[in-house]
């Protein structure tokens, strides 16, 4: 079965510093990645995606990441982070040929970022 | 501006009740979802629907029902059958195949047994 593992359930990072958050998955068929920013008392928001194309995906709001299909990797990077960037964030997964048509989306456990000043 | 209202923000619920969460979007999506979140276990699939009238149990359902007799609308019911209801549910939608689209969530509801 399809699974997604975040490694680190929190991270604590001083402002302007870099950081990644790990995501890793289990499925060596084709899937499609996710990442989903989280902050207090709210829904999720779509960050970024990878379906295709350049392994390289970058949000507008300096976030990137890189689809790695040998070390079934998705790790989310930010050079330079703001208190503001303060959330949780929740890789996904979701597996593209299900025989019967319909469909799984796995969510991680989430990593919280905390950013401090 | 298109969204996901969900309401209320807060519920709290005596044990052997049952209650009813609404999820409403103009998004014009066809699929809905209901997740459950709690901490340290990410988001669990509790119901989806992907046409009006239709709809699938995920993984968790069971203390759970829904209906979906218009587009717009998918409301989760917690029944007294579900043992542990303390949680934030999360509802979402989407425009068609989640795997190209992603989900537009809601701002959650978190639903308190007293």
């Known amino acids: 079965a399809q699974s997604v593992t975040q490694l680190d359930s929190q991270v604590p990072v001083f402002e302007e510093a870099p950081v990644e958050l790990r995501c890793n998955y289990s499925s060596s068929v084709s899937v499609y990645l996710f990442w989903y920013v989280q902050y207090p008392n709210q829904g999720l928001q779509l960050l970024l995606k990878y379906l295709s194309g350049s392994t390289l995906v970058e949000s507008i709001n300096g976030f990137e990441a890189e689809f790695n299909k040998s070390q079934t990797s998705f790790h989310l990077r930010k050079p330079s982070v703001h208190i503001s960037d303060t959330a949780e964030y929740f890789c996904a997964v979701s597996q593209s040929n299900s025989p019967s048509g319909t469909y799984k989306y796995i969510f991680g456990t989430g990593t919280r970022l905390k950013v401090l000043a | 501006d298109g969204g996901i209202t969900q309401s209320p923000k807060y519920l709290f619920r005596k044990e052997g009740q049952n209650v009813t969460l609404s999820c409403e979007q103009n998004l014009n999506h066809d699929a809905m979802y209901w997740y459950r979140q709690d901490p340290g276990q990410g988001l669990r699939l509790i119901y989806y629907?992907?046409?009006?009238?239709?709809?699938q149990k995920g993984d968790i359902a069971e203390g759970y029902s829904v209906s979906r007799e218009k587009k717009e609308s998918f409301p989760l019911t917690v029944t007294s059958a579900q043992k542990n209801p303390t949680a934030f549910y999360l509802c979402?939608?989407?425009?068609?195949?989640?795997?190209?689209?992603?989900?537009?969530f809601g701002s959650g509801t978190r639903l308190t047994v007293v």
């Open positions: 629907s992907q046409i009006v009238n239709d709809f």
């Open positions: 979402a939608s989407s425009s068609g195949l989640p795997w190209d689209y992603g989900y537009t």
